[in-house]
């Protein structure tokens, strides 16, 4: 497995890679701290393509000033044996000056899908991961790019930028993975408290609730969110919602009237660390 | 040579060739109407490349409402003419929904030296300046994409923009061509009227007034401008200054005391249409 710093090495492997008869390229990008659902993505990646690189970077553009990117987990040589387990071809690993040399000053906004439930709460996040993802994309110059349904506005907004700007990879989303007791895998869960730990399957449980109610008849979606807000209110009293927010699964527009398929999305912010999740939800079982 | 109207279709053109054996591709994106300053570019391309792409694309995002975008200059069949005198492989010439689908809505940002001169006059002309080069680099794939020094601010933006996003293609600049009297060629002077036309040389000797002056050792920038202003004032009455603007050639920052290379850029007003110039001075004759 390549470990490159550089852009000039990962994009050296890549094209090493072409020429000795690579076919497609999958591409993992993640800032570390990786964990199940980073490495479904990996071994997706692996079944559908020829060469597989990851990257690792924790990038500075997309947090704001005061969240987490100082403390933001890093675990980079447990992750580096884990893509070798994975069987990972290449890893990009570059320091933010490799990312964002002097002088740089060019941002890639995307409106729309970016503008509610985080865009909301994190304003410029959406900004720093599409500019991220923009310049991955032109480094690494991948057929297919795996993104995982638990950030799925990001995925939905990643999909929007790479038709809008005619970015080549298909993107592909991969189930969310999950803890035993529903919690979705994330490099963040690694800052709970025990207490917070114990009440964050509420978070699942009220995505599940509201899926219920969808499925008894209940459409108006004020009522249903108001429903999952009451659910975390009660079982996880430690947490205190961002937003619970059904909407369209491709616009991500809010949705009044629940008639077809539709997310379910929510954030809530414990006193250590701010989660979220989301549920892809029909008002019919079999689905639309 | 092929003309394309689809993204497939160019992409596939750019393909062939590249399976054929082309080992470069070369790119010139235009808005047509195409004048002997867009054939150099084509023909500095031709010399330097395998397979040459020209764009010819109105593009609407670069346009402010009240600008001219109805009324540009559009002459496909001379244009494509042209184009296959020149030895062009492939003509991209897509339709407006081709580019900008249902929904689009993504925007590549500059700031830095988008900021100023043009980006001050016109608002928002450089984010749809950015966006589309974004768009077409991404389509054509070019190793090589080439600019005319006449837009020296687009070029400096568009290789701001190439280095922050990855981009692949290098950026070659091109020398502005001009008329016997001086004027720079550009598709927009098809509109002066015969007396706008008689001043327009105007702007080329307002520059060479200013660099002369820097060569005697004149070195206050504000200075040069000011004499800039009134020799256009003098000899081209119809005209309205915009702007006369010294700055550094790579960050296009203003430069109080000349001191080494600066760009001279002007843009003015005459009733029937708006023009710009610029020149590269140096306060010593043999440059830097």
Redesign the interface.
Known sequence: MKVAKT?REVRSAVADARRAGARSVGFVPTMGALHPGHYSLIDAARRGCDFVVVSIFVNPTQFAPDEDYRRYPRTIEADLAGCEAHGVDAVFAPAAEEMY?A???????????AEGMEGGCRPGHFDGV??VV??LF??V?PDVAYFGAKDYQQAAVVR??A??????PRIEVCPTVREPDGLAMSSRNAHLTLEERRQAPALLAALRLGERLLREGRADACDLADAMRRHIAENAPLASVDYVEIVDPV?LASVQTIRGAVVAALAVRFPSVRLIDNMRMDPSPAGR
């Open positions: 852009v040399g002088g740089s000053c060019t941002t890639v906004h995307v409106s729309g899908p599409c500019t923009a310049k032109n480094i110059a929007r930028m038709a809008d700007l005619d970015l080549p616009t």
